[in-house]
């Protein structure tokens, strides 16, 4: 079974703090995606990458990095974290993309304060 | 804007109801589909996905899906739900490659389904 596993379910941190979320898989896949998940706006990609060093903007990257040295990991990092930052963040894998499906995390319940 | 789009944002239903959840999206092209769920308090997972083949796919815990390429919809059936199946479900595209040569997964807000005992 794949396994995506996320660094923590729940943080809770201060406005202007650097916020780093981790994520790894274990099954040797391709590409990785950080999502934030907020209630009635459904999933929105914040980053992905396709291949170690690489990486892609999703379609809400402001205010966020990202770091993959190794293949498994896949790090989201909030330079300067603000209260709208508050949110669920979901990170998934994919052998590859397409017609491949994506496996998910448990999810980081991440609240700025 | 393309998007992906699912009208039933909140569904209520008693057990051995059944369930359609809407799902449409605006892209050409060749596309790949997928539904997925999460149950309370855990992870999103995939029920099914088509991208080729019969239109018609059947995945897991009794769902199935219809891919009617001229009404762009992908719609999720389940002839009799069970309070087990008290979820959030979405609906998620991979649309055609974009210029970078990549594909993304667009998903759908999301559908809350309760199942009344």
């Known amino acids: 079974d794949v396994k995506v596993t996320q660094s923590s379910r729940y943080l809770v941190k201060r406005t202007g703090e650097k916020v780093f979320l981790e994520c790894v898989q274990d099954?040797?896949?391709?590409?990785m995606f950080w999502y934030r998940q907020d209630p009635g706006l459904g999933l929105r990609l914040i980053y992905f990458s396709y291949d170690v060093k690489m990486k892609e903007k999703g379609d809400i990257p402001e205010g966020y990095s990202v770091s993959r040295e190794k293949k498994e990991r896949f790090s989201l990092i909030l330079e300067s974290a603000s209260t709208n930052q508050t949110s669920m963040y979901l990170c998934?894998?994919?052998?590859?993309?397409?017609?491949?499906?994506?496996?998910f995390g448990p999810g980081t319940r991440l609240t700025v304060t | 804007a393309q998007s992906v789009s699912q009208h039933n944002h909140h569904v209520i239903l008693s057990e051995a109801a059944s369930l359609e959840l809407g799902c449409n999206y605006s892209y050409g092209g060749t596309v790949n589909l997928f539904w997925y769920v999460q149950y309370p308090g855990q992870h999103l997972q995939l029920l099914l996905k088509?991208?080729?083949?019969?239109?018609l796919v059947k995945g897991i815990k009794g769902f199935e899906a219809e891919f009617i390429k001229s009404k762009f919809s992908f719609n999720l059936r389940k002839p009799s739900v069970q309070w087990s199946d008290t979820a959030e479900y979405f609906c998620?595209?991979?649309?055609?490659?974009?210029?970078?040569?990549?594909?993304?997964?667009?998903f759908g807000t999301g559908t809350r389904l309760k199942v009344l005992a």
């Open positions: 099954m040797d896949h391709e590409n």
């Open positions: 998620a595209v991979t649309p055609p490659v974009d210029t970078s040569g990549t594909y993304k997964y667009i």
């Open positions: 088509y991208f080729s083949g019969d239109p």
């Open positions: 998934a894998s994919s052998l590859l993309s397409g017609k491949y499906e994506q496996y």
